[in-house]
């Protein structure tokens, strides 16, 4: 009987370090598995989306160059005349340096486009509208055969007037 007495006490005394050693893995699952719930509750919660769609866009900063105002002749009994100012906005710094390398050619290009018209085609909004989209289109125009277009995108009247 007293080889038995032993093994008896030794079985229980094991129990309880192995039950001790199975709750607390238990317990660290248990947290790990809180841990990776919250963290999905925060990355992929409805709110999340609509708050980074909601954060106000920062645009761009505009690039323009100013041409310095032309006057030209306009077909009508008597002299009239068109002086107009006019901004061109701009794609980028490297097509800024390209349009102010090349003035001389564009603001002649655009003298050509503007002269000769008949006053009473310059004087309502669409007028306007349809002229600066013909002077963006004509200034885009590649100066040779081996530049790019000049990247105007929109063209701004500074100053407009038929006299």
């Known amino acids: 009987m007293a080889t038995s007495t032993p093994a008896a006490n030794a079985a229980p005394a094991a129990a309880p370090r192995s039950s001790k050693l199975v709750i607390g893995l238990l317990i660290g699952v248990a947290v ?16 999340a989306a609509a708050a980074e769609a909601a954060k106000p866009v920062v645009p761009e900063k505009p690039i323009f160059v100013t041409l310095e105002p032309m006057t030209v002749n306009l077909q009508a009994e ?18 800024k340096a390209q349009i102010v390398e090349f003035m001389p050619e564009l603001r002649s290009r655009a003298l050509l486009l503007l002269s000769n018209r008949a ?3 310059l004087m309502s909004t669409e007028d306007k509208s349809r002229i ?26 500074n100053t407009f007037v038929v006299q």
């Open 119 to 121: 006053p009473d085609t």
């Open 32 to 47: 790990l598995a809180a841990g990776a719930a919250g963290y999905m509750y925060f990355q992929h919660k409805p709110g």
């Open 78 to 95: 008597g002299r009239k005349y068109l002086h107009v100012g006019m901004s061109l906005k701009v794609k980028d710094e490297a097509a």
């Open 132 to 157: 600066a989209g013909e002077v963006r289109d004509e200034l885009n125009r590649p100066l040779n055969d081996t530049l790019p277009p000049q990247g105007i995108t929109s063209v701004s009247f």
